[in-house]
């Protein structure tokens, strides 16, 4: 009876496909009728394109991708006149079960924006995650997506560093996001830079003219400003603005847009809450910004309210115990990455170990710059918008 058991147990196995069959036959049947469409799916919703793409075709509802696509923060101020997906590949096909199926995919989404006609390039890595449903016969549908670092990151994040001068840059990818994390190893350096003058008639400054202005080597967008809306022109910062000891503009505690201080005092320790007047006079903080919301206080997240969940590009700034400052930018409302929420943004500062950490402007405002070049812009017409005060690395 045994040997009869394993005969038919061999008979079994010799009947079931080899594993790389299996896989080439997922790939042969849904390459291009499922997962190419998911893949341009996903890229239409990240340029706000959403008149092009219906989840009723290719996410499913209530699935872990209906979610983040119901959560992203759609605000880009420019239609997609065309698109085109080069250098398309998929790999790592895996059949999870019956019904399921898991793959790599990767293209190049060349956009041209309706505003001045401008070709932008945009690296896309997605794993993807299919579930065949009875609403169609043979319909597979996108539950569940999140993001693969791409070749390109990596190479830009080795081309920003200055390993010698004590900042590394290193690429980050989490569910929703694709960004990059600015560690500088003396806090000392890092310091606010701000417009030579608060005016409305001649606006903000780009955070390649704060660059050039302080001689720097990195610039990251700053707080709050009073015309924060897209199509502002930056002028005026909303809150408190500390720059090299001087105070340029004063607290606005009970206002929920900008109560949040990111502040360094004399010895360089990077303090996040929100503070009185006769606190602030107190600590009489060297450089400081102000904006909405902490995220890390003492080494412990800061609860903060569910309205934050929401996928945009994100900037931040935070310390760790060894007194580190880490600049952090999401990417975000693009067709590779929809962005970060604030949950997001805690969840990598305290990967990097800050004790502290508080969110800056993101959105339209988010921007990284860099030896002379965008390491990052949610803006791709240009290196950033306009804005009174970035924090600045000397």
């Keep these: 009876m045994k040997r009869v058991l394993a005969l038919f147990f061999c008979l079994c196995l010799m009947c079931l496909p080899a594993p790389a069959e299996e896989t080439e036959s997922l790939e042969a049947l849904y390459a291009d009728k499922v997962v190419y469409p998911a893949v341009q799916a996903l890229c239409r919703v990240g340029t706000d394109d959403l008149n092009k793409w219906g989840t009723d075709r290719v996410v499913k509802h209530s699935s872990a991708a209906y979610e983040i696509i119901t959560r992203y923060d759609a605000g880009w101020f420019s239609s997609v006149r065309s698109s085109t997906y080069l250098d398309w590949r998929s790999e790592n096909w895996q059949r999870t079960g019956e019904k399921t199926f898991e793959c790599d995919a990767y293209c190049v989404n060349r956009i041209t924006f309706s505003l001045e006609a401008v070709t932008v390039d945009f690296a896309v890595g997605y794993h993807l995650v299919f579930e065949q449903t009875d609403a169609r016969k043979d319909t597979w549908l996108l539950t569940d997506f999140y993001n693969l670092p791409v070749e390109s990151d990596a190479l830009r994040a080795e081309k920003f560093s200055a390993i010698d001068e004590g900042i590394h840059v290193y690429p980050v990818a989490g569910h929703s996001f694709r960004g990059f994390m600015m560690v500088i190893d003396d806090p000392s350096r890092v310091f606010v830079g701000t417009t030579n003058e608060f005016n409305r008639k001649l606006g ?3 955070v390649d003219q704060l660059y050039q202005k302080y001689d720097a080597l990195a610039v990251i967008n700053g707080g709050a400003f009073e015309d924060g809306g897209g199509g502002g022109n930056g002028a005026v910062p909303a809150g408190y603005v500390v720059s090299q000891g001087e105070v340029k503009s004063y607290n606005s505690y009970n206002n929920p847009g900008c109560n949040v201080i990111m502040g360094f005092d004399g010895d360089n320790v990077l303090h996040v809450g929100k503070f009185t007047n006769d606190q602030l006079n107190a600590m009489k903080l060297r450089d ?19 309205k934050y969940y929401t996928y945009s590009a994100r900037s931040a700034i935070g310390q760790d115990a060894e007194g580190r400052v880490l600049l ?11 962005g970060a929420s604030f949950f997001d943004l805690q969840d990598v500062m305290l990967e990097y170990g800050a004790v502290n950490a508080g969110n800056l402007d993101g959105g339209h405002s988010s921007a990284m710059y860099m030896k ?3 390491v ?5 017409l240009a290196v ?5 005060a970035a924090f600045i690395v000397k």
Aim: charged share 20%; net charge neutral.
């Design 376 to 380: 990052y812009s949610a803006y791709p």
């Design 204 to 206: 903000g400054w780009r």
């Design 384 to 388: 950033s918008r306009r804005m009174p």
């Design 288 to 306: 400081a910004i102000a904006f909405n919301c902490a995220l890390v206080t003492d080494g412990e997240k800061v609860a903060i309210s569910d």
């Design 372 to 374: 002379g070049e965008s």
């Design 328 to 338: 952090f930018v999401a990417e975000g409302r693009q067709p590779g990455s929809f």
